[in-house]
């Protein structure tokens, strides 16, 4: 399999993950929104080990820290 294909897959993955949250967070699910969240944020690693971030999880930690502080 290709990297690309790869890659379209994890999007793909990721725009489900968003729509199933938003349906769940106007149904109040809780549940299921904890789930899509997970499921979104594997295929977020796989993107960007695919695109050659090897670090994803600092990557993201620091950005979340970047958020806070524009807050």
Do not use: H, Y
């Not at 990721?14 to 729509?19: G, H, M, N, Y």
């Not at 690693?45 to 950005?63: H, Q, S, Y």
């Amino acid at each position: 399999m290709s990297t690309e294909k790869d890659i379209n897959t994890a999007i793909l993955s990721l725009q489900e993950s968003a729509t199933k949250i938003w349906q769940a967070v106007e149904n109040n699910q809780q549940d299921k929104i904890n789930t899509r969240a997970a499921n979104a944020l594997i295929s977020v690693f796989n993107v960007m080990r695919d695109l050659g971030i090897n670090n994803p999880e600092e990557c993201l930690a620091k950005r979340l820290e970047e958020l806070k502080s524009e807050k």
